[in-house]
């Protein structure tokens, strides 16, 4: 993935990009190509149809449709960087989930999430594509 992303684009941040990488390895890719523009400051973006296109390669090559999914539920809070680190240390669950609708767009401009709660003790998180 090397497409810098315009200020105007759905875009993630390098640091969601890295976690790929590392996903990827895991399951036995071969780490791709290093950026090679030098720039390793987590304000850096990847152009969203880059790393959808690296998704959609990587099941391919893996031959699992479910390869995006597969990332998704395992990406943590490294693949979120600042953004993750302020979702685990919120005093509750209720300041984490505020912390990742306010900042979300330092990780991914590719959706936005939105919070729906149903009586006094159910909520649902949905994220929605851009």
């Known amino acids: 993935m090397q497409a810098r992303a315009s200020p105007t684009a759905p875009s993630v941040s390098i640091s969601y990009e890295r976690s790929l990488k590392a996903y990827l390895q895991t399951r036995g890719l071969p780490a791709a190509r290093a950026r090679d523009d030098g720039c390793l400051c987590p304000a ?18 893996l031959g699992d449709a479910t390869t995006g999914l597969a990332f998704g539920l395992c990406v943590g809070g490294a693949g979120f960087g600042l953004l993750g680190v302020a979702a685990a240390t919120a005093p ?26 149903h009586g006094r003790n159910l909520v649902s998180l949905c994220w929605q594509p851009a």
């Open 44 to 61: 850096s973006r990847v152009d969203g149809r880059t790393f959808g296109q690296a998704l959609t390669h990587s099941g391919r090559v």
């Open 92 to 117: 509750t669950l209720r300041d984490s989930v505020r912390q990742l609708q306010r900042f979300e767009s330092l990780t991914s401009t590719l959706g936005h999430m939105t919070v729906r709660q």
